[in-house]
């Protein structure tokens, strides 16, 4: 029989830029944190919903806002739209932080501005481009402003630009960025 983890035992470890994923409004690649217990509840919600058979195995799940604390509630309702299917980073973040690069299976527990749990995706698979060559599709995945490419790189740049001098990245157009595709796989009550 398949042993079934509880909140308790999964990895939570890593928040991955997105805007959506920033730690603090100072510092959004400060020290990861750990599984809240209103984050870990909600993820044990989700598995009680899932039959034995089809609980994930081992998993990976972080909790984080998604952006930060002031537009996580806007990007939540893009999630909700159905909008917003996507979120990228750079591919140094990660490595500059120790943590592993994202894969299809992985868990994000969105928070809103309470730091209450809102949404849980699943990873459902990652593509990778250097900045210059990231293509439309995935603005369009992403869903903000205007959802055009020259508003993806704008924003993004901009967004990015303070960390990349710690980030080891001297072009911006030459850094490695990772995108994530979500599925929404269970709700708060009341959404």
Same mark, same amino acid.
């Given at each position: 029989?398949?042993?079934?983890?509880?909140?308790?035992?999964?990895?939570?470890?890593?928040?991955?830029?997105?805007?959506?994923?920033?730690?603090?409004?100072?510092?959004?690649?400060?020290?990861?944190? *750990?599984?809240?217990?209103? $984050?870990?509840?909600?993820?044990?919600?989700?598995?009680?919903?899932?039959?034995?058979?089809?609980?994930?195995?081992?998993?990976?799940?972080?909790?984080?806002?998604?952006?930060?604390?002031?537009?996580?509630?806007?990007? =939540?309702?893009?999630? #909700?739209?159905?909008? *917003?299917? $996507? /979120?990228?980073? #750079? !591919?140094?973040?990660? =490595?500059?932080? @120790?943590?592993? #690069?994202?894969?299809? @299976?992985?868990?994000? =527990?969105?928070?809103?501005?309470? /730091?209450?749990?809102?949404?849980?995706?699943?990873?459902?698979?990652?593509?990778?481009?250097?900045?210059?060559? !990231?293509?439309?599709?995935?603005?369009? $995945?992403? @869903?903000? @402003?205007?959802?055009?490419?020259?508003?993806?790189?704008?924003?993004?740049?901009?967004?990015?630009?303070?960390?990349?001098?710690?980030?080891?990245?001297?072009? =911006?157009?030459?850094?490695? !960025?990772?995108?994530?595709?979500?599925?929404?796989?269970?709700?708060?009550?009341?959404?």
């Amino acid at each position: 029989m398949d042993e079934v983890r509880n909140g308790s035992d999964v990895e939570t470890m890593r928040t991955h830029y997105d805007f959506s994923k920033m730690k603090s409004e100072t510092n959004p690649y400060a020290s990861r944190p *750990k599984m809240t217990p209103r $984050a870990r509840a909600f993820w044990n919600a989700y598995l009680s919903r899932l039959p034995p058979s089809r609980r994930p195995k081992k998993p990976f799940v972080e909790a984080s806002y998604a952006g930060n604390r002031h537009c996580t509630d806007h990007l =939540i309702a893009l999630y #909700l739209e159905g909008k *917003k299917t $996507a /979120g990228s980073s #750079l !591919v140094r973040d990660f =490595i500059s932080n @120790g943590d592993p #690069l994202p894969n299809a @299976g992985n868990y994000w =527990i969105v928070l809103d501005s309470a /730091g209450r749990p809102r949404i849980l995706a699943r990873t459902v698979r990652t593509e990778r481009h250097p900045f210059k060559d !990231v293509p439309k599709s995935v603005a369009l $995945a992403e @869903g903000e @402003g205007d959802r055009s490419l020259r508003h993806w790189r704008r924003v993004h740049r901009k967004a990015y630009a303070p960390f990349l001098k710690r980030w080891g990245i001297a072009d =911006i157009d030459e850094a490695e !960025v990772i995108t994530e595709h979500f599925k929404l796989v269970h709700l708060a009550d009341g959404l």
